[in-house]
């Protein structure tokens, strides 16, 4: 088994390679992994070794964060391969982390292996593999028993360069958001007719944000995880900006989604969707009067079924769904961003579920932004 001490008598740049098993999408500064990992950089920025660094997921994310701050040598495995596409993967990557490029190498995964991928995370175990190849030292910090990275690390090539100085067990625990609204009598909204925007916690950085500023947050807060909903609402009234999304829109155009359900009927669709490890929504959004919303053209969607041909502009299109789940919902949709300066303060009012997430929220606004508790 190797010792960094080792290649140092020789007065050799050893290249070491941290590696973790996939753990939580919400991860919290006092996870075990976490803490583990930054033990270890916190001993090889002390040393002369390069780092082999990544990006995806989490786990890799952290390791490049934390070398750039280091101010390391970084050996960086760049899964787009050396053409085009790769050459701006690693630009990207320089100024998403914040990296110095004179201190950054990058190493493109080959091209023969990138032919077979039809989803990004395909090039993951062919990046973990060449990042095994590459290195000189390998420090497992928490790996999942049985799990891919400890298979491949029991490959004969690899055992010699395993060194198990931070190595931790392996758990499977996490924080995800849990509620319990069930039965619970809520607060109506001001009268009026309003649209709400729900939000929810978000799995890794914010719409807009880099990664460089989502972990020197992370890794400050050892109490919460720091993209939850009340930070991702509290961050919508600070921009002053609901920002559209893109993901499964038709044309994947950007759309801000509202709903005209009452708070309490839209709660009873909020549900944990185990495909992608979220809720659909959380009890925390921004209420807007309708007229309000509407002079920033705010549409109706239009539910189609089953053999229907659209009569409407796709943006604001939707299939009703087999049982009509959709339809529920009595979605609108703004056009890309909404920006909260156009609106007038009194058309506008932040929801949350319960006074302390009032009172935090607060403290994070501006003081004649109306806030609105659910529950009592």
Not at 59 to 81: C, E, H, N, P, Q
Not at 146 to 159: A, Q
Request: with cysteine; charged share 25%.
């Amino acid at each position: 088994m190797l010792r960094l001490s080792e290649w140092h008598k020789n007065g050799e740049i050893v290249n070491a390679l941290l590696l973790n098993s996939v753990h939580g999408k919400y991860p919290v500064c006092s996870e075990g992994w976490i803490q583990a990992t930054l033990r270890a950089m916190q001993h090889l920025s002390s040393q002369s070794a390069e780092i082999i660094c990544s990006t995806e997921p989490v786990t890799w994310d952290i390791a490049t964060y934390l070398a750039g701050i280091s101010g390391m040598r970084i050996r960086f495995i760049v899964k787009a391969g050396n053409i085009q596409n790769g050459q701006n993967e690693f630009s990207a990557s320089l100024e998403d982390f914040a990296l110095d490029p004179q201190k950054v190498t990058p190493l493109f995964l080959p091209e023969e292996e990138k032919l077979l991928l039809s989803h990004p995370r395909d090039s993951w175990p062919k990046r973990d593999r060449l990042a095994l190849q590459s290195a000189d030292i390998v420090y497992p910090i928490a790996i999942r028993p049985g799990g891919r990275l400890e298979n491949m690390m029991n490959e004969t090539p690899y055992r010699r360069k395993i060194c198990d100085n931070f190595r931790i067990a392996w758990t499977p625990a996490g924080f995800i958001p849990r509620y319990s609204l069930t039965g619970r009598p809520w607060n109506p909204l001001p009268n009026g007719e309003w649209l709400v925007h729900w939000t929810r916690t978000c799995p890794g950085k914010w719409p807009g944000e880099k990664s460089c500023d989502f972990y020197h947050d992370l890794l400050n807060n050892t109490a919460v995880y720091v993209r939850n909903a009340g930070e991702t609402l509290s961050r919508i009234i600070r921009e002053q900006k609901i920002r559209g999304s893109d993901w499964k829109t038709p044309g994947n155009v950007p759309l801000t989604a509202f709903t005209a359900l009452d708070p309490g009927d839209a709660l009873a669709l909020m549900c944990w969707r185990k495909r992608y490890g979220r809720y659909s929504f959380e009890p925390f959004g921004i209420g807007v009067r309708k007229e309000a919303l509407l002079a920033l053209g705010a549409r109706r969607v239009n539910y189609t079924y089953e053999g229907e041909t659209p009569d409407c502009d796709r943006a604001f299109t939707h299939a009703a769904g087999d049982q009509g789940h959709w339809v529920w919902e009595k979605e609108w949709r703004v056009l890309g961003d909404v920006s909260l300066n156009a609106i007038d303060r009194k058309d506008c009012i932040a929801i949350v579920p319960e006074r302390f997430a009032a009172d935090t929220l607060k403290r994070k606004i501006p003081a004649d932004f109306p806030v609105h508790i659910l529950f009592e």
